[in-house]
């Protein structure tokens, strides 16, 4: 199915080539038809599912017709990144049609956004905190609003915006319509779809599983180890693209500099950082000069990277849904993808959890040297002895993986190969400059 049969403008159609889409996607189909309507749409789907043209398009084709500059479309994201994600795809979808997008969060300067949204915007792509900064000031009129899209509603949850959230939804005009999406259903979120939709057609697609083209493995290993199988990874897997997912910020910079002098490529992004740093290090993993990019959940949010071959899950997820998430970042757009995760010993209830809710159990792959002695390939404690520390003798680094014989001969050359650029090493004596992790 093309695009063709939801009779778009064929100046959006002329965004839609450049943007290189060819089918619409499972969201978009099931999304499209409604939201041309007019209709309020709940929408649930995974990152990189298509969903942001989902709402985007109907955007456009409505505001081709009527006055322009003045807000008639808001788009409210969670994070700065999301945002820029955004509005990049609200500016190339409707390059041809006139219409004017501009973005709204903090962590950049506020008279600039000022002038923004005073100079005849379109459609704002904002982040609440910020928005509502302007509110007070009267810097943005909604009077004249049609649209309103809640984007990755749950995070918002997650982030504690829901009290900014209603402030946003009760200066929205009555009659506008209102599109919501979002990856997960939790049970706060569904008061909020029933205060914000009205009789909403809704839109599921692949909720419950994980991306068919992403390869996951469970890595046993004691805490104290994980920096050190991370770098044995590294090497052995020789990926062209990590996207590397940390519990916290502290984590995330501590790592991202461990790597560093490592010789790796490697960036960082958290919630500390500057939005110039942010956006410097996000540009960076995009277009190749960083390999590896250690991230938060909550500062991932918004990374729209097609080429990321891994996704390493240096600490466990707090939720079954956030892992889904999480490694749903490789294998996209019909690539391959590895998705590894690092598990401790207080982790085996989560891995439980995972492999329930993917209805299959997930290889476990035991590294010589990493995984705790005593323990089995579940990562539970075998020959009745607890779980001591390594066994004595063995060796730290180098030594062969032992993977599940259901994957047999060869499987981990197939793996290595994967990879380009050895790992994003770089040799000693390079001027490495500042490093987007150092604030």
């Known amino acids: 199915m093309s695009f063709e049969p939801y009779r778009l403008d064929p100046r959006i159609g002329a965004g839609i080539k450049a943007m290189s889409y060819v089918n619409p996607t499972p969201i978009q189909e099931g999304a499209l038809p409604p939201a041309l309507a007019g209709r309020d749409v709940l929408g649930l789907a995974q990152t990189g599912t298509g969903k942001t043209a989902a709402f985007v398009l109907p955007i456009l084709q409505r505001l081709l017709d009527g006055p322009r500059g003045r807000v008639r479309a808001l788009v409210v994201a969670p994070t700065r990144e999301l945002a820029e994600q955004i509005h990049r795809d609200v500016v190339t979808l409707g390059k041809a049609t006139g219409l004017r997008s501009v973005t709204v969060y903090g962590g950049v300067g506020f008279a600039q956004q000022q002038q923004a949204l005073r100079g005849r915007a379109d459609v704002v792509v904002a982040c609440p905190g910020r928005l509502l900064d302007h509110m007070g000031r009267g810097n943005v009129d909604f009077g004249n609003l049609e649209v309103l899209v809640l984007d990755e509603a749950d995070h918002m949850l997650d982030m504690g915006f829901l009290p900014d959230v209603r402030r946003i939804l009760a200066r929205v005009p009555s009659g506008a319509q209102r599109l919501l999406f979002s990856a997960t259903m939790p049970d706060d979120l569904r008061g909020l779809v029933r205060d914000v939709l009205t009789d909403p057609v809704t839109v599921e ?3 419950r599983e994980a991306p068919a083209t992403v390869e996951q493995a469970l890595y046993p290993v004691e805490r104290k180890d994980k920096a050190a199988l991370l770098k044995h990874v590294l090497r052995e897997d020789d990926p062209s693209s990590a996207l590397v997912f940390t519990r916290t910020k502290h984590g995330a910079k501590k790592l991202a500099a ?3 002098r490592d010789n790796h490529f490697v960036a960082a992004i958290q919630g500390n950082l500057s939005q110039n740093k942010r956006q410097k290090a996000l540009d960076g993993f995009r277009d190749g000069r960083y390999r590896i990019l250690v991230a938060t959940d909550i500062a991932a949010r918004g ?8 996704v390493i899950n240096y600490d466990m997820p707090d939720t079954v849904d956030a892992y889904i ?3 749903g970042r490789t294998g996209r757009a019909e690539r391959d993808g590895r998705a590894l995760t690092f598990v401790t010993s207080d982790d085996h209830a989560m891995v439980r959890d995972i492999e ?3 209805g299959k159990r997930i290889e476990r792959v035991q590294v010589e040297g990493f995984a705790p002695a005593g323990q089995d390939a579940e990562g539970t404690p075998s020959g009745g002895g607890g ?3 390594r066994a004595p003798g063995t060796a730290r680094g180098a030594a062969p993986a032992r993977r599940e014989q259901s994957q047999g001969a060869g499987s981990g050359r197939r793996r290595r190969r994967r990879g380009r650029g050895r790992s994003g090493n770089r040799s000693r004596g390079e001027d490495t400059g500042t490093g987007p992790h150092r604030d």
Not at 303 to 310: A, F, T
């Open 325 to 327: 998430h999480r490694i």
């Open 258 to 260: 461990q790597l560093e």
């Open 205 to 207: 697609v692949g909720r």
């Open 303 to 310: 990374i729209d990277v097609l080429r990321v071959s891994h």
């Open 387 to 389: 779980v001591p520390g």
């Open 356 to 358: 329930r809710r993917l």
